[in-house]
């Protein structure tokens, strides 16, 4: 079946400009992340859902930082008022189920680029 | 704070030799343990899930888990140039939260 799907592929935005990211998870999974990777870093968690409800933002960076989700589906992360330390990698995975018990499949990434 | 760690590399094998990855981790009561591989440029795509103590073979992949001394592996036999990649040990942090705590992962190159 179609995997985690995330769009677009690649971003170039100005600093300051606003930017919306979309995560499109496997059908049936009720567990969405997000997580972020600068290059050669780590992955960065950033937020997690389960169904439309995000118990844990923790790892969001700044207010500049928002995600929902809808439907219990599809998922977006806005960054506002970009700034240049943005870019990165940002991944989105989805699992049937909360962490534990469930395996997490990621998609492609977006690879946002702050000029 | 809870933490996983790995070694970051580079560990170079040569071609058919056995790859040996290692993953510690902070959380005792850590239930469920998952390798992923990424390769240069790409996503990390899941290889292996460990849940009980001992070994879990899959193809050429072996992953080990030794709950009381806190420590995962992953066993690549026979290793080839495309098992090259940086290899992910991601463990679920389960505390009043549902999310996976990820090392910073080991770079494998396999040597022709």
């Known amino acids: 079946g179609a995997g985690v799907s995330q769009s677009p592929s690649n971003k170039v935005t100005e600093k300051g400009k606003d930017v919306e990211l979309r995560c499109d998870p496997i059908s049936g999974h009720t567990a969405l992340y997000w997580y972020r990777q600068s290059l050669g870093q780590g992955l960065e968690f950033l937020i997690y859902?389960?169904?439309?409800?995000?118990?844990?933002k923790s790892g969001l960076p700044s207010d500049r930082f928002s995600a929902e989700r809808t439907g219990g589906s599809v998922s977006t992360l806005t960054i506002q008022r970009t700034q240049q330390e943005d870019s990165a990698v940002y991944l989105c995975?989805?699992?049937?189920?909360?962490?534990?018990?469930?395996?997490?499949?990621f998609g492609p990434g977006t690879r946002l680029t702050v000029t | 704070q809870k933490e996983v760690e790995q070694n970051s590399g580079p560990l170079s094998v040569p071609e058919g030799a056995i790859a040996s990855l290692n993953c510690t981790y902070s959380?005792?009561?850590?239930?469920?343990f998952f390798w992923y591989r990424q390769y240069s440029g790409k996503s990390p795509e899941l290889i292996m899930s460990i849940y009980s103590n001992g070994d879990k073979e899959d193809g050429r992949f072996t992953a080990q888990l030794n709950k009381a001394s806190q420590y995962v592996s992953l066993l690549i036999r026979d290793s080839q140039p495309s098992d090259s990649a940086t290899y992910l040990c991601a463990v679920p942090f389960l505390s009043g939260t549902y999310k996976y705590i990820f090392g910073t992962g080991t770079r494998l190159k396999v040597l022709a």
């Open positions: 995975a989805s699992s049937l189920g909360l962490a534990g018990a469930y395996e997490q499949y």
């Open positions: 859902f389960q169904g439309n409800s995000a118990p844990d």
């Open positions: 959380d005792r009561g850590s239930q469920s």
